[in-house]
């Protein structure tokens, strides 16, 4: 029984905003669960991180936090699981979960899947008997499986709100972040430099000719440029540069494009890239 490091996933500390509440609260107000998917480029690979939104507002009087995880095989290059590995990592969840279920109330908060291994994240009412029960169906269901736990006391949630909740939380981060994991799932490590488009949309022809010069000089590439009359955007460009992946570049791609777009009266629609699997 190996116990997982609980800094497997770092973030800084958060002013927390009103607009980053109201976003919160308003998402929590259409469903009851709230799942997002986001990844954390780290030296020695990709983190992918699933979240429970909903205790952002409002969590149970749970204050033992409970990682369980195990290895998964086969295993892309980038640490993800193959196709292959999806029923073992299921049943491994499943399992755990029942276990874990008849023993004690438990909210699940998160799931982490980094370099070939799996935890699932809880929050439990007690925690009498969770090692030993574990360790037995380890034992009866997977024995060629190594089980990774780590059971501590966490009155605040303080992992949750430090190592789960991401920072500069918004729509944008959510559907930039979710291409981002796609590509992951398919085997990418998001390193490297590669070609990344952008598509930008114009009212008038005379905006979008100083702002494709304002990419020129940025050395983007001015790749294809339309016309559809029945747009209230007509206009339309599509740019590209030789541009890293990784969140943090991502993040710093798309703020270029929204702050041009907003100086010349421009709609920035979004980038994309291709899939280059690690090999």
């Not at 169906?137 to 780590?150: A, D, K, P, R, V």
């Not at 304002?214 to 590439?221: C, N, R, V, Y």
């Not at 494009?257 to 699997?277: F, H, N």
């Amino acid at each position: 029984m190996i116990s997982v490091t609980l800094s497997l996933f770092k973030a800084p500390f958060r002013q927390i905003s009103l607009a980053f509440l109201i976003f919160i609260t308003s998402l929590s107000m259409h469903a009851q669960d709230e799942w997002i998917d986001f990844v954390v480029a780290k030296d020695t690979g990709v983190l992918s991180v699933s979240m429970d939104l909903k205790y952002y507002v409002q969590k149970p009087n749970y204050k033992n936090l409970l990682i369980v995880g195990t290895q998964f095989r086969p295993c892309m290059k980038n640490g993800f699981p193959e196709p292959d590995s999806l029923d073992g990592l299921f049943s491994f969840s499943d399992s755990t979960a029942a276990v874990i279920n008849r023993i004690t109330r438990n909210e699940l908060v998160g799931i982490l899947t980094y370099r070939c291994l799996a935890f699932d994240v809880y929050y439990v009412k007690d925690t009498l008997g969770i090692r030993e029960n574990l360790g037995t169906l380890m034992q009866h269901g997977f024995e060629n499986s190594e089980l990774y736990l780590t059971l501590k006391q966490d009155r605040n949630w303080d992992y949750y709100f430090t190592n789960l909740l991401p920072v500069n939380l918004s729509e944008e981060f959510l559907i930039d972040h979710e291409y981002l994991n796609n590509l992951v799932l398919l085997g990418d490590d998001l390193q490297g430099l590669r070609k990344v488009r952008h598509w930008i949309y114009f009212k008038n022809l005379k905006q979008r000719i100083k702002m494709s010069e304002k990419l020129e000089s940025l050395k983007f590439s001015l790749d294809s440029i339309k016309y559809n009359r029945e747009r209230q955007f007509p206009y339309e460009l599509q740019v590209s540069r030789m541009d890293s992946i990784t969140p943090t570049k991502v993040s710093e791609l798309t703020t270029l494009m929204k702050v041009l777009s907003q100086v010349y009266q421009a709609r920035y629609d979004g980038w994309g890239t291709e899939v280059i699997p690690k090999e």
